[in-house]
């Protein structure tokens, strides 16, 4: 008997079958109906989360933290840090981590384990910024191409260039680059034309603000900076940056007395100069010392030291105005807050506080912003003064 080979059949039988071993490896059948056959999916792995990892400055000490769904975090340990630092970050592309050095007018600088959190000192750190002592706040731009730094008792800005490959820092040529009076923190904007520098001790409260020149990365002062927060009314202290990069946020301490406020400005996309929003200042607790926003630039929230309470604010993202959220402020029982930071989903924020009680978790309501504490909280029982949070 002869039989007739039929070989578009065939074809199929073969295609249909490879289609099938491919996705029964991958635990999954559901892509064959456009050709008739109907499977299920019943072994479908599910996405495996990326590892959050916490890094927590103290006196002499960084300690690390992994983070959990919940917002928990889980102690990976410490190792030895500056004696006083006034800046810690982690640079966009989670990577690296740098921690100011206040007493050594140095930076420290240390790679990421993407899986461990673990730090590893990068070679030829630190890297001196400029005299000691004097190094402040740190800041790193979008592209994780430069870095800069203040010096707190030179009046001046530092920066550097980074290496991509190894988180090395090499100085831009001109730096240092003048600033205000005691220019304590920094920040970059999203998109990496304009640097601001927060002035504590300049009378006007002014906050310096620069064009980064994109190819050498050097600083020149923008047409009308530095610019005033309130006439006569010192104190200019974190900065932050909400409204999809439309508006800055300084937290003012104050120096003698206590602000109790934070100034908005509304930035010039194209120029980078600065005006206050409608309303500005706005109200907050007690000595708002570290400002933070989400990712999204919804909400605001401020560590007021000199009450124990966390200050938190939507953010009109026309006019830059601030809004509180119901139950503002939050309080921190026992614990000063010195740090904030939000987590990279948004859905939290960690409180570093001085004294025993260490790191007050609180999640977001992402409708309202409201905050709650999470259970256990707070952890550590340690003073800490900065926080940073990776997400490789």
């Known amino acids: 008997m002869r039989f007739v080979k039929n070989n578009s059949v065939m074809k199929s039988s073969i295609i249909v079958a490879a289609l099938a071993f491919l996705l029964t490896m991958s635990g999954c059948f559901g892509g064959l109906s456009h050709i008739g056959i109907s499977l299920n999916c019943t072994n479908?792995?599910?996405?495996?989360?990326?590892p959050s990892?916490?890094?927590?400055?103290?006196?002499?000490?960084?300690?690390?933290?992994?983070?959990?769904s919940s917002g928990v975090?889980?102690?990976?340990?410490?190792?030895?840090?500056?004696?006083?630092?006034?800046?810690?970050?982690v640079d966009p592309s989670n990577r690296f981590l740098y921690v100011s050095d206040f007493l050594n007018g140095s930076i420290d600088a240390f790679?990421?384990?993407?899986?461990?959190?673990?730090?590893?000192?990068?070679?030829?750190?630190?890297?001196?910024?400029?005299?000691a002592p004097g190094t402040?706040?740190?800041?790193?731009?979008?592209?994780?191409?430069?870095?800069?730094?203040?010096?707190?008792?030179?009046?001046?800005?530092?920066?550097?260039?980074?290496?991509?490959?190894?988180g090395a820092l090499i100085p831009i040529v001109g730096s240092p680059f003048a600033a205000g009076n005691t220019p304590l923190q920094a920040i970059v904007d999203p998109s990496g034309k304009s640097l601001y520098v927060s002035n504590l001790n300049d009378s006007m409260g002014g906050i310096s603000a620069y064009t980064i020149d994109s190819t050498s990365d050097a600083l020149t002062p923008v047409a009308g900076s530095p610019f005033s927060t309130q006439s006569n009314f010192p104190g200019p202290d974190g900065l932050a940056i909400g409204g999809a990069g439309k508006f800055l946020y300084v937290s003012m301490s104050g120096t003698v007395n206590a602000n109790n406020v934070v100034s908005g400005f509304a930035i010039d996309s194209t120029t980078g100069a600065l005006t206050q929003v409608a309303g500005s200042p706005f109200t907050t607790g007690k000595d708002p010392v570290r400002v933070a926003t989400d990712p999204a630039g919804r909400f605001l929230f401020t560590a007021n030291s000199q009450d124990s309470t966390v200050s938190a604010f939507t953010i009109d993202s026309t006019s830059g105005g601030l809004t509180p959220v119901p139950g503002s402020p939050f309080a921190t029982p026992l614990g000063a807050p010195e740090a904030v930071v939000v987590d990279p989903t948004g859905g939290f924020v960690y409180i570093g506080t001085s004294g025993t009680s260490g790191l007050f978790v609180f999640s977001v309501n992402a409708t309202t912003g409201a905050l709650?504490?999470?259970?256990?909280?707070?952890?550590?029982?340690?003073?800490?003064?900065?926080?940073?949070?990776?997400?490789?």
């Open 44 to 50: 479908r792995p599910s996405p495996v989360s990326k």
């Open 53 to 68: 990892f916490l890094y927590a400055t103290a006196v002499n000490d960084i300690s690390s933290f992994s983070l959990g």
């Open 73 to 89: 975090p889980t102690s990976l340990g410490n190792q030895s840090g500056p004696n006083q630092t006034e800046g810690i970050v």
């Open 111 to 131: 790679t990421i384990n993407a899986s461990s959190g673990a730090l590893a000192q990068v070679t030829g750190s630190p890297f001196s910024a400029g005299p």
């Open 136 to 166: 402040g706040g740190i800041t790193v731009d979008p592209g994780t191409k430069f870095l800069y730094a203040t010096l707190m008792n030179s009046a001046a800005v530092a920066g550097f260039t980074i290496n991509s490959s190894t």
């Open 372 to 392: 709650s504490s999470v259970g256990g909280s707070p952890f550590f029982g340690q003073s800490l003064n900065g926080l940073a949070i990776a997400k490789p």
